[in-house]
């Protein structure tokens, strides 16, 4: 499996740029989990964190759901894997295949591309109950651009742990 990974636009409108950087992010956690089993992918880094690709999935999961579907389209739901609001907990992929964690991830990549589409502007505002704030779309949306740049990082340590494989 190859993941295709867009090269976000020069020049460009904000919310243009800021949708391909996001998308441009996301293809690199997932180019950094192909190719490689469930065991590879549940492959810790060191104890004792329980860090892995396939927890990182996972966490950005997490992520997508709160940020879009929970803070910005003001829905009701529960994280997917944590029952306290603890996004840590998907960092414990233990018991994960690839399949379950890449599903739950697209799906809620799917969600968040939906919302910020229909989103009139970067100015749509959600209510964040952690910071008891009204947070932008545009807030948002750099955040998880911050968010993926962040672990992906960890990614690329992650995967070169795993098999030596290095790079963009």
């Not at 243009?16 to 065991?39: G, I, N, P, V």
């Not at 803070?71 to 399949?99: H, K």
Request: hydrophobic share 40%; proline share 4%.
């Amino acid at each position: 499996m190859s993941t295709d990974r867009p090269s976000p636009p020069v020049i460009a409108g904000e919310r243009e740029m800021m949708r391909a950087f996001l998308d441009y992010h996301r293809a690199t956690l997932a180019m950094k989990c192909d190719d490689l089993s469930d065991e590879e992918l549940r492959r810790r880094s060191m104890p004792p964190s329980t860090l892995s690709l396939l927890g990182l999935v996972r966490h950005m999961a997490e992520v997508e759901r709160a940020w879009f579907r929970r803070v910005i389209n003001g829905e009701d739901i529960p994280l997917v894997w944590s029952d306290r609001g603890d996004f840590q907990v998907a960092y414990d992929a233990s018991t994960s295949s690839r399949a379950e964690a890449f599903a739950a991830w697209e799906a809620e990549v799917e969600h968040s591309r939906r919302i910020e589409a229909a989103a009139e502007s970067l100015d749509v505002t959600g209510y964040h109950a952690k910071s008891g704030e009204d947070v932008s779309l545009r807030l948002v949306m750099f955040h998880l651009i911050h968010e993926y740049a962040r672990h992906n990082g960890h990614a690329d340590f992650l995967r070169e742990g795993i098999d030596g494989v290095t790079g963009p």
